[in-house]
């Protein structure tokens, strides 16, 4: 028996393809978006919540930029490859460590906006397992869709002991009752350096959220429209609790042990409208632990002006005011 998508040979009681991490009883589910030529490959770190509402089942996944705080356990998604002949013989680099711990640290938006705008800056990190973090802009819309963008470093595959090396754009959507497209890790074009100044962006446009990401020193971008699900804002919250997919930025990086306090400064400058308030959230979870968080908090309501102000928690800070946000350094 073969993997359905890099081919590799599988033996009948394998639950992933111990080659690309494709989750054999997942492999070939699909989701409408971006048309799959555009992309090599897709890996990205997801949550499978708790009930919610009762929308949310047992084993739904969702997103990867999900809050610390959120009563989740989490999940290492597969790599996905759109195209079979792209990923035939394809090579990661492993390591002996496995991704294991889900750090967090995010800004959440008190406010609504029309639309979202931040540079951040593209920081090549990695812990001693060399896993890197993603870098995350994501907007809440008022038709409870919830959108992703971001710039992912050495992001780790489903084995949770290999990663996508380098620099790559990375989107994801999620529906209202926590459904998902497939997550796209993009491979082309793969032109962004230490030190260049990327956009992430989201925005409406004829019934439809447009997800976009620009390096402004290669120009190397992508951009992917998705259903805006009759949708016209991105919401903000109204408390750091408020729901499990904020309007926010973040930093996440999974980890082969816990509390790594090690991060270097990442900036976040928003580009449209100023931020006036909102929650510094710091915290870590165990995907495989029942009790899941190993630690999190969030900083009361911040009123943001033009002075930074800090938020510390278990070793690890984050700066804000209501043009920039900072995650590290530690």
Same mark, same amino acid.
């Given at each position: 028996?073969?993997?359905?998508?890099?081919? /590799? !040979?599988? &033996?009948?009681?394998?639950?992933?393809?111990?080659?690309?991490?494709?989750?054999?009883?997942?492999?070939?589910?699909?989701?409408?978006?971006?048309?799959?030529?555009?992309?090599?490959?897709?890996? +990205?770190?997801?949550?499978?919540?708790?009930?919610?509402?009762?929308?949310?089942?047992?084993?739904?996944?969702?997103?990867?930029?999900?809050?610390?705080?959120?009563?989740?356990?989490?999940?290492?998604?597969?790599?996905?490859?759109?195209?079979?002949?792209?990923?035939?013989?394809?090579?990661?680099?492993?390591?002996?460590?496995?991704?294991?711990?889900?750090? =967090? +640290?995010? @800004?959440?938006?008190? =406010?609504?906006?029309?639309?979202?705008?931040?540079? +951040?800056?593209?920081?090549? &990190?990695?812990?001693?397992?060399?896993?890197?973090?993603?870098?995350? @802009?994501?907007?809440?819309?008022?038709?409870?869709?919830?959108?992703?963008?971001?710039?992912?470093?050495?992001?780790?595959?489903? *084995?949770?002991?290999? $990663?996508?090396?380098?620099? %790559?754009?990375?989107?994801?959507?999620?529906?209202?009752?926590?459904?998902?497209?497939?997550?796209?890790?993009?491979?082309?074009?793969?032109?962004?350096?230490?030190?260049?100044?990327? =956009?992430?962006?989201?925005?409406?446009?004829?019934? #439809?959220?447009?997800?976009?990401?620009?390096?402004?020193?290669?120009?190397?971008?992508?951009?992917?429209?998705?259903?805006? /699900?009759?949708?016209?804002?991105?919401?903000?919250?109204?408390?750091?609790?408020?729901?499990?997919?904020?309007?926010?930025?973040?930093? !996440?990086?999974? %980890?082969?042990?816990?509390? !790594?306090?090690?991060?270097?400064?990442?900036?976040?400058?928003?580009? #449209?409208?100023?931020?006036?308030?909102?929650?510094?959230?710091?915290?870590?979870?165990?995907?495989?632990?029942?009790?899941?968080?190993?630690? /999190?908090?969030?900083? *009361? !309501?911040?009123?943001? /002006?033009? &002075?930074?102000?800090? $938020?510390?928690? %278990?070793?690890?800070?984050? $700066?804000?005011? =209501?043009?920039?946000? &900072?995650?590290?350094? *530690?």
């Amino acid at each position: 028996m073969n993997c359905p998508v890099c081919h /590799g !040979e599988l &033996q009948t009681s394998d639950s992933f393809c111990p080659y690309c991490g494709t989750r054999l009883d997942w492999a070939g589910s699909g989701g409408y978006g971006s048309p799959p030529a555009r992309h090599i490959g897709a890996a +990205v770190g997801l949550i499978a919540l708790v009930v919610l509402g009762g929308l949310f089942a047992s084993g739904v996944l969702v997103p990867a930029a999900t809050r610390f705080y959120d009563e989740a356990r989490n999940l290492l998604r597969n790599l996905t490859c759109l195209s079979s002949a792209l990923c035939t013989n394809s090579t990661f680099p492993t390591t002996t460590g496995r991704a294991t711990y889900d750090q =967090q +640290v995010s @800004l959440i938006f008190s =406010q609504d906006f029309s639309s979202l705008s931040f540079n +951040v800056t593209a920081v090549p &990190q990695t812990d001693s397992s060399s896993f890197g973090p993603a870098y995350l @802009l994501n907007g809440l819309s008022d038709s409870g869709y919830w959108y992703q963008v971001g710039l992912a470093y050495n992001w780790p595959l489903a *084995s949770g002991t290999s $990663y996508v090396s380098g620099f %790559h754009f990375i989107w994801e959507v999620f529906y209202p009752n926590g459904s998902t497209n497939n997550p796209v890790l993009s491979r082309v074009p793969d032109r962004v350096n230490q030190g260049d100044t990327v =956009q992430l962006s989201l925005s409406f446009s004829t019934g #439809n959220v447009v997800m976009g990401t620009l390096d402004y020193n290669t120009g190397a971008s992508s951009s992917h429209s998705y259903t805006a /699900g009759g949708g016209s804002i991105f919401k903000g919250s109204s408390s750091s609790r408020a729901t499990r997919t904020p309007t926010s930025l973040m930093t !996440e990086w999974y %980890h082969a042990s816990a509390s !790594e306090p090690s991060m270097k400064q990442v900036t976040y400058s928003e580009q #449209n409208v100023p931020i006036s308030s909102g929650w510094i959230c710091i915290g870590e979870y165990a995907p495989s632990n029942p009790n899941s968080s190993v630690f /999190g908090q969030c900083s *009361s !309501e911040m009123l943001l /002006g033009t &002075q930074m102000q800090q $938020y510390s928690y %278990h070793g690890l800070n984050a $700066y804000a005011n =209501q043009n920039m946000f &900072q995650t590290g350094p *530690s």
